[in-house]
């Protein structure tokens, strides 16, 4: 079950995607991003609060923070998606693949803060339970995808951190 709207639109593409494969013959190869993250993201996503977060000073109410996450690296998701390019291009795709885009390396929410202020040097201020978990909070990421063949994530959550703060100067 969709957890929210936008992995509802998610499935529902995935449903139209394989009206085209049946009738048109696409060869598609899907792939299932995980929490991805960079320099520059001005999506409102996790990193970008942290880093407003290191900037600003202020204080945040979070949830109690044990749910899990798996971030990867912008730059492991763009080697991702080349390879993804290349193994349909060498005609070995017959109608639709779907493969995982994830660390593997699945890590609590505390940690990753924890880990984003020992690389930074600054303790944010975070009100640890100060919010519900959200209504249907995935707590653990999915876990039984098949890794594309050919890629792995070369960039750790420490490297990504540092990359980040590199492009902020």
């Known amino acids: 079950n ?3 709207l936008y992995a509802a639109t ?3 593409f995935r449903a139209m995607l394989k009206y085209y494969i049946e009738v048109f013959g696409f060869r598609v190869i899907n792939l299932e991003l995980f929490d991805t993250y960079g320099p520059n993201d001005q999506r409102g996503k996790l990193f970008a609060l942290l880093d407003n977060l290191r900037k600003g000073g202020d204080t945040i109410g979070m949830s109690p923070g044990a749910q899990r996450l798996d971030p990867i690296y912008i730059d ?3 080697e991702a998606f080349i390879i993804a390019l290349e193994r349909l291009e060498s005609g070995s795709v017959s109608d639709e693949e779907t493969y995982s885009v994830g660390s593997g390396r699945s890590i609590q929410l505390r940690e ?3 880990i984003y202020e020992d690389e930074t040097g600054v303790t944010l201020n975070i009100e640890w ?3 519900p978990y959200r209504t249907r909070e995935v707590m653990q990421p999915w876990s039984r995808g098949v890794a594309l063949p050919g890629w792995s994530p070369r960039t750790s959550l420490r490297e ?3 990359r980040i703060l ?3 100067v």
Do not use: S
Request: no cysteine; hydrophobic share 35%.
């Open 2 to 4: 969709p957890v929210n």
């Open 10 to 12: 998610k499935q529902a």
């Open 76 to 78: 492991d998701v763009t």
């Open 112 to 114: 990753l803060v924890k």
């Open 129 to 131: 339970g100060g919010r």
């Open 160 to 162: 990504g951190i540092r």
């Open 166 to 168: 590199q492009a902020d």
